[in-house]
């Protein structure tokens, strides 16, 4: 998988833009931070996964590339044990209208609230 071409991280630290093949994707750091793939939020197997709650203030604090295949997001909330590989962000990317309607729809059905509920 290439980098991405572009990484630019907005002013107010709470929207992340790749561009991948000359389309840019904005990513809020919200949707960046509850779907980390690091063991804390996926596990270690199927099931495991745990729901991220009020992370909805959550910003980058900083970004660090990690060899030439992922970056590391710091987050505001202490997390940092994420490593995002191209393929991982691109899949964030380019099925981003779908993640995110799975993650509020987990919300919901866990009787939690969301300003976008």
Not at 14 to 21: A, G, P, Q, V, Y
Not at 22 to 37: A, C, I, K
Not at 96 to 115: M, P, V
Request: charged content about 20%; overall charge negative; glycine content about 6%.
């Amino acid at each position: 998988m290439q980098p991405p071409s572009n990484i630019t991280l907005n002013k107010d630290k709470n929207l992340l833009t790749l561009t991948f093949d000359g389309v840019e994707y904005p990513l809020s750091t919200e949707f960046l931070r509850v779907y980390s793939p690091s063991a804390e939020v996926v596990g270690h197997g199927p099931g495991q996964e745990t729901l991220q709650l009020d992370k909805e203030n959550v910003t980058i604090e900083r970004i660090e590339p990690t060899g030439n295949y992922a970056i590391i997001l710091f987050f505001s909330d202490g997390h940092d044990s994420g490593i995002y590989s191209w393929t991982h962000l691109h899949k964030l990317a380019t099925d981003q209208k779908s993640l995110w309607a799975t993650y509020l729809k987990r919300l919901k059905d866990a009787g939690h609230s969301h300003s976008q509920l």
